[in-house]
């Protein structure tokens, strides 16, 4: 993977990493996405504003920012859900 070749300990930010590679960005976050699911610690923060193969203190980091995300988004969405957004209504979700 070209993305795999082009990522080190220092960020870059993913018009860097496509500028490297040639690939298009939603190759770049494929890729970024397969190999975190390969276990590689491709890692990034709100802070950092980039991509960059991490240590172990890292991968917590950059984990536990996910999760946050994760809960912002999942609480937002239950109150989509439920209508509880000002001016949203009700909608019946499949879960």
């Known amino acids: 993977m070209k993305v795999r070749e082009a990522l080190t300990s220092k960020p870059k930010t993913r018009l860097q990493i496509v500028q490297e590679t040639g690939l298009s960005d939603r ?7 397969e190999l975190r699911d390969a276990g590689v610690p491709v890692c990034s923060d709100s802070h950092s504003k980039g991509y960059w193969l991490g240590n172990r203190e890292d991968v917590t980091r950059c984990s536990r ?10 609480h937002t969405a239950r109150k989509m859900d439920t209508g509880e957004i000002e001016g949203q209504e009700k909608i019946n979700v499949l879960v």
């Open 27 to 33: 190759e770049v976050r494929r890729q970024i996405h």
């Open 65 to 74: 920012e996910m999760r946050a995300r994760a809960y912002k988004l999942m």
